[in-house]
């Protein structure tokens, strides 16, 4: 299994980033992905999660109506959009599949 971050970045408050995992060695579309933050001192929290077809998407409270999550079946990628960006946003993405994790993607939300 290997899954690689991108996409994050510095962006100020109102901001918007869309952050990108690209996996291989697994049938995709047979898993559910999550994406995964963690910010210093602070324990890892699921951010989002959605089924291998992705039609069923869940979200933390702390997110909801903010980020979107989504995946390409077809080029083997999930995505997070990432919208009206707030500082306690800022931490390390991780893309996760039961267990295995991409090496993360900062993203610092600041003015």
């Known amino acids: 299994v290997r899954l690689v971050e991108s996409g994050g970045g510095l962006v100020q408050p109102g901001g918007s980033l869309r952050l990108s995992c690209a996996a291989s060695?697994?049938?995709?579309?047979?898993?559910?992905m999550s994406w995964y933050r963690q910010a210093p001192g602070k324990e890892r929290e699921r951010v989002a999660v959605?089924?291998?077809?992705?039609?069923?998407?869940n979200y933390a409270d702390s997110v909801k109506g903010r980020f979107t999550i989504s995946r390409d079946n077809t080029n083997d990628r999930v995505y997070l959009q990432m919208n009206s960006l707030k500082p306690e946003d800022t931490a390390v993405y991780y893309c996760?599949?039961?267990?295995?994790w991409g090496q993360g993607t900062q993203v610092t939300v600041s003015s």
């Open positions: 060695g697994f049938t995709f579309r047979n898993f559910a």
């Open positions: 959605i089924s291998g077809l992705g039609g069923v998407t």
């Open positions: 996760n599949k039961q267990g295995s």
